[in-house]
């Protein structure tokens, strides 16, 4: 996983967000069936987020782009949670984990800030 970019924008960094669940991919893959099961829902999830925001920049309106960066939100969320019962579970010894959930974390604000402002705008 490479070091975060603080000033990427959110299309960017939700990409590489991405990028690096699927490399973290490699290493699960080789677990047991109930790690597997869980994995494939943290790369379900934490690709979506990007594909969402992608699927946002393109909105036909104000509120298509919002409901977009909802869903990229609750995605970012629910890949949120995988990680930590991942990381809780004590399964898998991966030190990227820790960087995935501050990164997932600050995705979600971030995203958050932006349906917020959206919102703003919109009235």
């Known amino acids: 996983m490479k070091k975060v970019d603080k000033n990427q924008n959110i299309v960017e ?7 690096d669940i699927l490399k973290l ?11 597997r099961i869980i994995f494939k829902q943290i790369i379900r ?12 920049q393109a909105a036909e309106s104000k509120a298509d782009f919002i ?8 995605e970012a969320r629910e890949a949120k949670y995988w990680l930590k019962l991942l990381s809780a579970s004590n399964l898998v010894e991966v030190t990227q984990l820790d960087l995935l959930i501050n990164e997932s974390d600050e995705i979600c604000r971030i995203i958050a ?3 917020i402002n959206a ?3 919109k009235e």
């Open 13 to 19: 960094r939700t990409f590489h967000f991405a990028l």
């Open 67 to 74: 409901h977009k960066y909802s869903i990229a939100l609750k």
């Open 45 to 56: 999830s934490g690709t979506s987020v990007g594909a969402n925001i992608e699927e946002g």
């Open 25 to 35: 991919s490699v290493i699960l893959d080789e677990k047991s069936s109930s790690q």
């Open 119 to 121: 919102r703003k705008k």
């Open 113 to 115: 800030q932006i349906i």
